[in-house]
């Protein structure tokens, strides 16, 4: 399933996508208030990436998640951005 045709089910399913590939989805995150995009960086282990995950969304509302990029990376802070350029 390539990148485009992964966002096209997550708009018309209402999901939020979760993903490694930022370089691919982050242009898209904008397209529509239907899904949101988050990223997470390889750095943090597993284990780590899941807790940083399962806070961040813990803290958030769906409006504040869809129709936004968010990026979790190694470092303490989660990158909130609504933009499509990297």
């Not at 899941?50 to 990158?79: C, H, M, Q, V, W």
Request: charged residues 30%; glycine residues 4%.
């Amino acid at each position: 399933m390539s990148d485009e045709e992964v966002y096209a089910l997550a708009v018309k399913e209402n999901r939020l996508i979760i993903t490694f590939n930022k370089k691919h989805f982050q242009p898209m995150a904008t397209k529509s208030q239907e899904t949101g995009i988050i990223a997470i960086s390889h750095s943090p282990l597993p284990p780590q990436q899941d807790t940083k995950l399962t806070a961040f969304l813990r803290r958030k509302t769906p409006s504040e998640l869809y129709g936004k990029f968010n990026s979790i990376t190694g470092e303490t802070d989660i990158k909130e951005d609504t933009s499509s350029e990297e």
